[in-house]
């Protein structure tokens, strides 16, 4: 089924299904919500169903087959342009006539790549360096298309992938598109930086928002799409915070430094050294930004909740780590009276502690002290105060 392109988002797949299943079509839409949740890949999905020339399910479901559809997932369909931000050409002034003209070829090639790049996946985030800003050409060519009288029947559509990114200029010029509404022409706008369009742009759009997409989703998807494995797939779900491209770009990183050196933070918090403590912490902390060490600290709430889960339950089957199941194992057998939910707890305040710019080495000292006692204190005797 062609709506499966686009992971989850049932509400917005619902909502616009009714539309297109109705005829009532918005004029414009805008498609609201963090990168990488797939608003571009709805957008896609949508005008695939408008170009598609025969569509399933009452006119809401695209065949995917056709030339209609095949050109527009491509995004080669004349009738349907996908408007990005581009890098300024050499001495161009704002009247240049095409968004393209004044690039090297290098830059051309760099650009042509990225559109196939988006082609092949939705979700692929276009990188274009200097590319900040949405030309006015790029709107003036929007409304030249929108302007001509089309001879054949059909939709005209018009995707602009992170409109905030449009310049006061290009956005005054797109202000008045969006005033003068022209018949079956459906503008569709995305952006991850709602408080930068402009209100008079937002309040001429019909606003779907899009939801973070689950850790099962997202899992589901590696595993499917990408071919990933299912524990690295599992836990970089867990780091996403949603979304599907940072996860694929997560896994490209060095996941696996990344559980080493949690691992390894991790034990040598129990060796009770404080001079090894004191090297660890200096080795982990050296280099790294506060989103790393976020992560780190997230992989090692996600070990403990495998503990926990394995202690509880018995079972592997709901284990994230599941390569590591036997340093799971022998955690639960050599410390099974530990409060592994307090030690998770601690992990946690650590994060905030991170979140809230607290001394980064100052944390992971504090934090390795609660874990070292949380795993030797012995149960139901009375601590010595
Ligand atoms: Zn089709």
């Known amino acids: 089924m062609s709506w499966d392109s686009v992971l989850g988002q049932r509400r917005a797949k619902r909502l616009i299904r009714a539309a ?41 479901v695209a065949c995917g087959l056709c030339h209609g559809c095949t050109t527009t997932a491509a995004l080669q369909n004349a009738n349907v342009r996908f408007v990005f931000a581009l890098p300024s050409g050499k001495s161009e002034d704002s009247r240049g006539d095409s968004p393209m003209m004044k690039l090297s070829d290098a830059e051309i090639t760099l650009i042509q790549e990225q559109v196939a790049m988006k082609a092949a996946d939705p979700y692929h985030n276009i990188s274009i360096p200097r590319a900040n800003q949405i030309k006015i050409s790029s709107i003036r060519e929007v409304k030249r298309d929108i302007g001509f009288v089309a001879t054949e029947s059909g939709w005209r559509i018009v995707i602009v992938s992170e409109a905030h990114q449009m310049g006061d200029e290009a956005a005054n010029a797109f202000l008045k598109t969006l005033e003068e509404p022209s018949p079956r022409t459906l503008l569709m706008l995305t952006t991850s930086n709602r408080e930068r369009m402009l209100p008079t742009i937002l309040s001429r759009c019909q606003e779907i928002r899009f939801d973070l997409l689950t850790d099962d989703e997202i899992t589901d998807a590696l595993v499917a799409r990408q071919g990933t494995e299912r524990t690295p797939a599992g836990l970089v779900s867990k780091l996403a915070e949603g979304s599907f491209s940072r996860a694929v770009e997560l896994l490209s990183g060095d996941l696996n430094g990344l559980r080493f050196d949690v691992v390894s933070f991790f034990r040598t918090a129990l060796r009770r050294s404080p001079v090894a403590l004191h090297a660890e912490i200096e080795r982990l902390t050296a280099s790294v930004d506060r989103v790393h060490i976020e992560r780190m600290l997230t992989l090692l709430a996600l070990w403990l909740r495998d503990v926990l889960v394995h202690r509880l339950t018995g079972s592997e089957a709901m284990i994230v780590n599941h390569d590591q199941i036997k340093d799971i194992q022998s955690f639960n057998t050599r410390f099974a009276h530990t409060p592994v939910d307090r030690m998770i707890a601690a992990v946690e305040q650590a994060v905030q502690a991170v979140r809230s710019n607290a001394q980064i080495p100052l944390v992971f000292t504090v934090l390795a002290m609660r874990l070292e006692e949380f795993c030797y204190q012995t149960p139901g005797l009375a601590r010595v105060a």
């Open 20 to 60: 297109l299943g109705s005829g009532r079509v918005p004029h414009a839409w805008l498609f609201t919500g963090p990168e990488g949740i797939g608003k571009d890949a709805m957008a896609i999905e949508t005008a695939k169903v408008l170009r598609c020339v025969a569509p399933l399910e009452n006119g809401t």
